[in-house]
Nanobody, 119 residues
Framework: QVQLVESGGGRVQAGGSLRVSCAAS????????MGWFRQAPGKGREFVAR????????VYADSVKGRFTISRDNAKNTVYLQMNSLKPDDTAVYYC????????????WGQGTQVTVSS
């Protein structure tokens, strides 16, 4: 079992920055992919970014490329999403997720953390 707990959400003005964190526990994650997703009011879940735990290989959605950075601290079992140049359209609940390498579907999900960007 993998438990994921997000933190760091909040309210920020447009153009500002936030860093959300995802603390993972329960088992070693060397063979896992960690992802960030978001869901805005009235919209479906959207992929934001992912990173492989062991190799640090990253993939970003075009909508956040150049503004967001995903990273991980292996010693702390924590994944981060640094969000810069935030826009009101970035307002959403941000979810941390985990899946095994080679598996299409994310198996574990956190409860989410609210990010609100005011104009």
């Amino acid at each position: 079992q993998v438990q994921l707990v997000e933190s760091g959400g909040g309210r920020v003005q447009a153009g500002g920055s936030l860093r959300v964190s995802c603390a993972a526990s329960g088992r070693t994650l060397s063979s896992y992919v960690m992802g960030w997703f978001r869901q805005a009011p009235g919209k479906g879940r959207e992929f934001v970014a992912r990173i492989t735990w062991s190799g640090g290989i990253t993939v970003y959605a075009d909508s956040v490329k150049g503004r967001f950075t995903i990273s991980r601290d292996n010693a702390k079992n924590t994944v981060y999403l640094q969000m810069n140049s935030l826009k009101p359209d970035d307002t959403a609940v941000y979810y941390c997720a985990a899946r095994r390498l080679g598996i299409e579907q994310y198996e574990y999900w956190g409860q989410g953390t609210q990010v609100t960007v005011s104009s």
